[in-house]
């Protein structure tokens, strides 16, 4: 089983419409850490959160880390075809110095 | 200032062969890392370089290993491979590790036939 759960799996949307990517766990983290990775690359940094309830913005996406750190998602408005790629959310635990990474939500978004 | 170059980007080998892979971090980057990336299991966590030691490892078996050199460069070593090592092996460097972002090469795509 994945430390960090991603739901939706995989998501398609048409451009223009929103959408939101969830990453859960039961265990808290010191910090998460948000990626999005495209065909053929390594993935690449998007944001990294640190405080329980923390709200962070980047141009049209929304990054929330929840209250009790345990939670994190990453909302898109207004989705282009640029956004299209697999995100991934990783965090680590307060007990645990590695880099856990979630399973990945490969979103789609059509012109 | 150039990123994580990993060479190369595509291996092609026989069950029970073994490969090694390169990976040169951001310069100044004192950490590297290793992940294995497959449809399945999605990023597992291989092992991390600090200063030529190995600071931290994850729970693959003792056929994957690495070591990294004074100038921060790293490679990562499989023995006996099986076909259940064929993936995307992407390293990442970052100045210290701990909470310092990863900066992530393009990977080498193993294919074990």
């Known amino acids: 089983t994945q430390l960090l759960e991603q739901s939706p799996q995989f998501l398609s949307i048409q451009e223009g419409e929103n959408l939101t990517v969830y990453c859960n766990s039961s265990?808290?983290?010191?910090?998460l850490q948000w990626y999005r990775q495209e065909p053929g690359e390594g993935p690449v940094l998007l944001v990294t959160?640190?405080?329980?309830?923390e709200v962070k913005k980047l141009k049209r996406l929304t990054f929330q880390f929840g209250d009790a750190r345990k939670d994190s998602s990453l909302h898109i408005t207004a989705a282009q075809p640029g956004d299209t790629g697999l995100y991934l959310c990783?965090?680590?635990?307060?007990?645990?110095?590695?880099?856990?990474f979630g399973a990945g939500t490969t979103v789609t978004v059509r012109a | 200032k150039a990123g994580v170059t990993q060479t190369p980007r595509y291996l092609i080998k026989t069950r029970g062969q073994q490969v090694t892979l390169s990976c040169s971090p951001i310069s100044g980057h004192r950490s590297v890392s290793w992940y294995q990336q497959t449809p399945g299991q999605g990023l597992q966590f291989l092992f991390e370089?600090?200063?030529?030691?190995?600071?931290n490892k994850g729970n693959f078996p003792g056929r994957f290993s690495g070591r990294q050199f004074s100038n921060s460069r790293s490679e990562m070593n499989v023995s006996t491979l099986e076909l259940g090592d064929s993936a995307l092996y992407l390293c990442?460097?970052?100045?210290?590790?701990?909470?310092?972002?990863?900066?992530f090469g393009n990977g080498t795509r193993l294919t074990v036939t």
């Open positions: 265990s808290v983290f010191s910090s």
């Open positions: 370089y600090f200063s030529e030691t190995q600071r």
């Open positions: 990783a965090g680590r635990t307060l007990n645990d110095y590695k880099l856990s």
């Open positions: 990442a460097s970052s100045l210290e590790g701990s909470n310092s972002p990863l900066h």
């Open positions: 959160v640190v405080t329980g309830g």
